[in-house]
């Protein structure tokens, strides 16, 4: 079967660094992103990685490595709005999106 | 539009009674997705729309549950007989290109919240 596992939740300081680990085993690969859901909101896009290594995009950066079927997402200079879901997502063989459960970010001044 | 609009943001309906949902997607986009999600879950794939193709509806979980998109634009997903394991919130998606050509950038509606008394 397909799944993808992250932690549940997590907590950190307001300024300080967190990473957000995500395993996964899926019939093909053709990405794996990551989206950040405030509490009743839509899912926005974060990130996409579909090669191994790590991709910067300002205070976010997602690490990838396919021989062991995981991704990180590290989050610096931790600000209160970044209190949030992050949802692990990937493309399967079909190209169909198979998500994670989501980590709920608490963020503590 | 400028972004992905969804009605109802809420609907509370009897068990039994019928619903349809309303998106519409951003314009010139050719995907679009609809997603179930419980809540504390992610997103569960029910169906997929290329234009007004549904290339693939293998998460529809019953055939109570019928999706459509007639002019590959605005799409409808409906829902007969509600039953109370139908409560969630119903996400739409839409991407610029098609799902083969997708680098992911899925653009969501903020849901139709339904529960199901």
């Known amino acids: 079967g397909q799944n993808i596992d992250q932690p549940t939740e997590m907590t950190a300081t307001e300024g300080a660094i967190v990473q957000i680990n995500c395993t996964y085993q899926?019939?093909?690969?053709?990405?794996l992103f990551w989206y950040q859901q405030h509490a009743g909101e839509a899912p926005t896009f974060l990130s996409y990685?579909?090669l191994d290594g790590l991709e910067e995009k300002g205070r976010f950066s997602s690490f990838l490595s396919r021989s062991k079927g995981y991704s990180y997402l590290l989050l610096k200079e931790l600000q209160m709005k970044d209190s949030a879901s992050y949802l692990c997502a990937v493309s399967d063989s079909n190209y169909q999106l198979i998500w994670g459960a989501g980590t709920k970010l608490i963020i503590k001044p | 539009g400028a972004g992905v609009s969804q009605s109802p943001r809420y609907k509370v309906a009897k068990r039994g009674q019928d619903v349809a949902l309303r998106c519409d997607p951003i314009s010139g986009h050719v995907s679009l997705f609809w997603y179930q999600q419980a809540l504390g879950q992610g997103p569960e794939f029910l169906t997929y729309f290329q234009n007004e193709a549904q290339l693939d509806k293998s998460g529809l979980p019953s055939d109570r549950f019928f999706a459509e998109r007639p002019e590959g634009s605005v799409s409808t997903l409906k829902i007969q007989r509600t039953q109370q394991e139908d409560s969630a919130v119903y996400l739409c998606a839409s991407s610029l290109a098609p799902a083969g050509a997708n680098t992911g950038e899925l653009f969501f509606g903020e849901g139709s919240r339904l529960t199901v008394l």
């Open positions: 899926t019939s093909g690969f053709n990405g």
């Open positions: 990685n579909v």
